[in-house]
């Protein structure tokens, strides 16, 4: 069902106008795709696309704002504005870098949409950008043991909260197998069919050989996934007793993602197509030794927002629910009773790759292509966050 | 008002003229300051005599014993609760949280740490309100009644996770591990860490701030109401730590389960019935076998490190080993060098060879600057050492040294040459070692014109990790060089046992029976795997067919012929390895030995029961099988070592059984958890080992009672004589 709120006004009603990714690489030393190039060269070819392709006046962009985990490095010193340089952007065009962890640019998209509502700024770069090889995610980060006294060391593996989430909700090694595979099927397909081909820059990285390449498809799909492959592996968190493998957990990734997001009044002055409306985003935080969780609970807490009234789960076309583990995307589909036809149709992070900080701007690029293909209306976006965090947005593709 | 102060058997308690009170700790008799039934009852006086007057300001506990706060419970008091009942146990949990109950409900504390601050010592510093430890090196802080089989009694499940959190509660309490003043402090387990000039007037500040800011207050009500905290974050904890002891302990040891058990019932209730399940699972602890083979564990480590190595007789402090030089930079000289590194020693390295320098020193230095939190080598702590490793490819280099540790190729007549050479080169009150396993010293003795100043130093390897030396004397050794050598392994940070001179000195040979009977079983047809998986249930660190492949079989072979030539009645070479050896299967280095193996790490070995070539061999020197049970093969395995282990008894190869279950401990992994190979027997009871060797005696001589086991049956005795 549409939403046609009586009024509502332009000039703070936020839109994307244009999204798209570099395809994902494996953060692996020898075969990763991306191994020498930067993450904040990713980030810039994501950057410099999306405002190609919107079409969008780079005068008039005010702001940069890039979701990134680690923050240090090729991603340090505020990649954003780094990235806007970059990319040529004029030097008025400011820029931040924001961190939600798995949830950055999700978060770069709904405060960019907060912006624009709130009449604070208009026209925004947004997106995200991880390089897991070359920024380890553990790496040079110390919790301050204080934390753990809210929780405890085991949450700061996010494998033990999958295995946690598996074992309390009795989700067997068999159904996360069954899950991953059906995530790299449909991803395969997605891939062979061409589907990702409008949301995917090409970029240059460098094949197995060390030879130039270049990468237009996602590294980690497996198109010869099997079940067979999948029983014969060891639990990659709890040995003996796990039921999480490689094969159901996300695989670390190097990729960025990147949109344009301003008012639709500004779209309409500039005379631009936007692609869909922002319509309502919802952040929450859960236990952290829940943290796969999150998704039900900012869900929940969108369709309260005074935006979906009136709207319920049913009524939303299309699901784009971040796959961290085979385990934590399964409890999420079950406890939301969503629609496993309406979720993730192109395959999830699972198969794709799960570039942290980019993960939240490639998941929306994928779900307003395939609205867009499926001429579906709504689409959702969440994800779960480490430390015990949910994020969800609700967008309404503009036709 | 005027100062007044009172003298105590081990405290003196103050009340200061500006309003406060002072208790300052010392007790007698011991080096670090220890809570005895003594201390107990002066510090219930000192809260006595300060309670007696206006109420004061604050109360300040510290210790004037250098280097120690308090280093835990007296040992005199665990020692008993074996003889106790269940109720007196937790009568005597009681009596100390009621005191400290008495210390926390009083005037504003704080406890200034400067030095040792464990178990009972960190239970009497969190009953303070606050805690100013200094960041001296000698300063730890931590719980270690894990490692005795037992949990915190005196409050400390209690206070511990209101004050730091659950689960970081639970890691301490249950690892066991200290913490330096930084890291408590980071943890909050101290409010504050200061350099120890700074402590005492720190603390004073810090109470006043926290009395001020209501800390005090706000602190008091904290840890006496049940701890708040989310459900699915304790439902987590719960598995997740349960989950992480199993594959730490496999299940043997009930005191890490059970402080997590009772930190997570403890924290659900009010302080009064958290302290009331705490008692209550300490008695329970307090009662298990696991916990009086800990303990045992305990005061034979204890023992040894008192254990002057030679008889009373000998007076005076052995001398101190100030310049000793290594000769031979192979891999044992190599770690044995790394080892004085590491302990601040300048130490010499003599080998002839010059390019065994050179390829060498870059990792004896990386081992002796090892950083082991951040899992990599100090190249500044490296730099410093390489200053204090002298190298050299002549003898002569040895003229300046007191003890000289030879460690060349395990070949006698090359031993005895160099023995004979380095004698040559080095003053004549020099202490001369050999490092050797198999060499008998007396043997290698002959070399010397002075064999009273040589004696063996076995270290095992790798060197950096076994804790163990056997100290090896021969006839002619005399008694100042044995007390010279151990006070300095000693000082290597090593626990060393002393052995007369007997072919496989005292670890290989109780090992042998082991070994051998493995083997004597894979012949029989029963399957290694069974084999190894029987002796890891039974507590080992890995099986004997593991063991052998990780030897190397070769080397075990070598071994073998030794022991065989000396104990040929009872332990013939098998067959088997040799036919291995032949075949090129020589255990892990070569890929292949029982098993075969892919890669290095410890999931090297590849699952195959199919080796039709260990199949072939087995077949060939093929002995009648015989009705086996899980118990008959775990009998067969560890029955032969406690025999041979009495033998040893028997030939006065040690000095005390205890050095013999302290061995086995610390060189074969021997399960702590039993106590030691003579503590298991008295677990099973004379009689009942003599009953089950019954049906193996058709084995032969190696399983027949020798003549002290019935004696000790006959005479209702045990094995262990403490």
Not at chain 1, 232 to 256: H, M, N, Q, R, Y
Not at chain 1, 371 to 376: A, F, K, Q, V, W
Not at chain 2, 503 to 522: I, Q, S, T
Not at chain 2, 664 to 686: E, K, N, T, Y
């Amino acid at each position: 069902m549409p939403i046609k709120p009586p009024h509502r006004d332009p000039a703070a009603t936020p839109v994307i106008v244009a999204a798209c990714r570099t395809a994902i690489g494996r953060a692996h030393p020898e075969k990763g795709v991306f191994r020498q190039v930067r993450g904040d060269e990713l980030a810039t070819a994501a950057v410099r696309a999306a405002v190609a392709r919107s079409g969008v006046d780079p005068e008039s962009i005010e702001d940069v704002v890039l979701g990134a985990t680690q923050q240090r490095g090729e991603l340090g010193g505020n990649v954003a504005r780094c990235v806007g340089l970059m990319a040529g952007l004029p030097l008025a065009t400011a820029g931040t870098t924001v961190n939600r962890l798995c949830g950055s640019s999700l978060q770069a998209i709904a405060q960019a949409a907060h912006a624009v509502a709130a009449g604070g700024a208009d026209v925004h770069v947004v997106g995200g950008v991880e390089h897991m090889q070359h920024l380890p995610m553990e790496a040079a980060i110390d919790i301050h043991p204080r934390v753990l006294a809210r929780t405890s060391r085991g949450m700061l593996s996010m494998g033990l909260t999958a295995e946690h989430l598996a074992a309390t909700y009795g989700i067997s090694r068999r159904d996360q197998e069954v899950y991953a595979l059906e995530s790299h099927r449909r991803a395969a397909a997605a891939t062979a069919s061409g589907l990702f081909e409008d949301e995917i820059v090409p970029v240059l990285g460098h094949d197995a050989a060390g030879g130039i390449l270049e990468v237009s498809h996602d590294q980690s799909i497996r198109a010869d996934a099997s079940l067979e492959a999948m029983a014969a592996l060891e639990p990659a968190f709890l040995p003996k007793f796990g039921s999480v493998t490689a094969a159901t957990s996300a695989p670390l990734s190097d990729g960025a993602a990147a949109a344009v997001v301003m008012s639709q009044a500004e779209a309409a002055r500039q005379g631009l197509e936007p692609l869909a409306r922002i319509v309502a985003t919802a952040v929450v935080g859960v236990p952290p030794a829940a943290m796969g969780t999150g998704p039900i609970v900012a869900v929940r807490k969108l369709l309260t927002r005074p935006a979906l009234a009136g709207i319920s789960l049913s009524d939303i076309d299309l699901v784009e629910l971040n796959e961290a583990f085979a385990s934590q995307a399964i409890h999420c589909i079950r406890a939301l009773e969503l629609d496993p036809a309406r979720v993730n149709l192109r395959g999830g992070s699972l198969a794709l790759g799960h570039p942290l900080g980019a993960s939240g701007a490639r998941i929306t690029t994928t779900l307003l292509h395939t609205l867009r293909d499926s001429g579906g209306r709504l689409g959702l976006a969440t994800m779960c966050i480490g430390l015990g965090q949910g994020i969800a947005l609700l967008f309404e593709r503009l036709e | 008002m005027p100062a007044t102060a009172r003298e105590l058997a081990t405290l003196s308690v103050e009340r200061t003229a500006d309003g406060w009170g002072q208790i300052a700790f010392v007790v007698p008799g011991h080096r670090q300051n220890v809570l005895s039934a003594q201390v107990v009852g002066d510090l219930a006086a000192a809260l006595d005599f300060l309670g007696d007057g206006p109420a004061l300001n604050g109360l300040l506990l510290r210790s004037d014993r250098q280097g120690s706060f308090f280093a835990g419970a007296d040992l005199a008091g665990l020692e008993t609760l074996g003889q106790r009942s269940l109720e007196e146990i937790e009568g005597l949990c009681d009596a100390g949280k009621t005191l400290l109950a008495r210390l926390s409900a009083g005037p504003p504390s704080v406890a200034v740490i400067d030095g040792t601050c464990l178990g009972g010592g960190l239970e009497l510093a969190l009953a303070c309100d606050l805690r100013v430890a200094t960041t001296a090196a000698h300063t730890s802080l931590g719980m270690p009644e894990v490692k005795l089989g037992l949990l915190p009694g005196w409050g400390g499940t209690v206070r511990l996770p209101r004050l730091i959190g659950l689960g970081p509660a639970v890691e301490l309490a249950a690892s066991g591990e200290p913490l330096d003043g930084r890291t408590a402090e980071r943890l909050g387990l101290v409010d504050a860490c200061v350099c120890p000039d700074e402590a005492g007037s720190s603390a004073r500040r810090l109470v006043e701030f926290a009395v001020a800011s209501d800390l005090v207050a706000l602190r008091r009500r904290q840890l006496a109401a049940a701890l708040p905290g989310d459900p699915t974050e304790r439902e987590f904890l719960a598995a997740t730590a349960a989950a992480v002891m199993l594959g730490r302990t496999g299940g043997r040891y009930p005191a890490p389960p059970a402080i997590l058990e009772t930190m997570l019932a403890g924290s659900a209730v009010d302080a009064a019935e958290a302290a009331t399940i705490e008692s209550a699972a300490f008695a329970k602890l307090a009662m298990t076998p696991v916990a009086a083979s800990l303990l045992r564990v305990f005061r034979i480590g204890e023992r040894n490190r008192h254990d002057p190595g030679v008889g009373e007789a000998v007076a005076g402090e052995p001398r101190a080993i100030v310049a000793p030089a290594i000769v031979g930079g192979g891999i044992m000289g190599a770690g044995i060098a790394a080892s004085h590194l590491r302990r601040g020693f300048s130490v010499g390295l003599v080998d002839t060879n010059g390019k065994v320098i050179v390829d060498n020193v870059p990792s004896i230095l990386e081992e002796a600057a090892w950083d082991r939190v951040a899992k990599r080598s100090d190249p500044a702590a490296a730099l410093a050492m390489a200053g204090r490793l002298q190298t050299a490819t002549s003898l002569a280099a040895l003229a300046g040294s007191d003890l000289v540790i030879e460690s060349v190729l395990e070949r006698t007549d090359l031993k005895q040459q160099v023995l004979a050479d380095i004698e040559r080169a080095v003053a004549p009150e020099t202490i001369i070692a050999t490092n050797t396993s198999t060499n008998p010293i007396t043997r290698l003795a002959e070399a010397l014109a002075d064999p009273s100043r040589f004696c063996g130093m076995h270290f095992f390897n790798p060197v950096r990790r076994m804790v163990l030396v056997e100290v090896i004397r021969g006839p002619a050794t005399s008694d100042a060089t044995v007390a010279a050598v151990v006070a300095h392994a000693k000082r290597l940070g090593k626990c060393p046992v002393v052995v007369r001179d007997s072919p496989g000195f005292l670890v290989n040979r109780v090992l042998m029976p082991y070994l051998h009977e493995a083997v004597e079983m894979v012949r029989e047809g029963i399957e290694p795997a069974r084999i190894d998986r029987l002796s890891r249930s039974f507590g080992m660190p890995m099986g004997p067919i593991e063991l052998y492949d990780m030897i190397g079989l070769d080397t075990a072979f070598y071994a073998g012929l030794v022991l065989s030539a000396a104990y040929g009645d009872r332990i013939e070479a098998s067959p088997l390895i040799p036919a291995l050896v032949k075949a090129g299967r020589l255990g892990r280095k070569t890929g292949s030995g029982f098993y075969r193996y892919q890669g290095t790490g410890p999931q090297a070995r590849v699952a195959a029961t199919d080796d039709e070539e260990v199949a072939r061999l087995v077949a060939r020197y093929e002995l009648p099988p015989r009705e086996t049970s899980d118990r008959e093969i775990t009998d067969r395995l560890f029955l032969p070592m406690l025999l041979e282990a009495l033998l040893v008894l028997d030939e006065g190869i040690v000095r005390d059984g205890r050095d013999i279950d302290l061995a086995v401990i610390h060189a074969l992994g021997f399960p702590p958890f039993r106590g030691g190979l003579l503590a298991w027997g008295d677990s099973l009871g004379v009689a009942e080992v003599v009953r089950r060797l019954e049906p193996l005696a058709d084995l032969g001589l190696r399983m027949q009672p020798p003549e002290r086991l019935l004696a000790l049956a006959r005479a209702g005795g045990r094995f262990t004589a403490e």
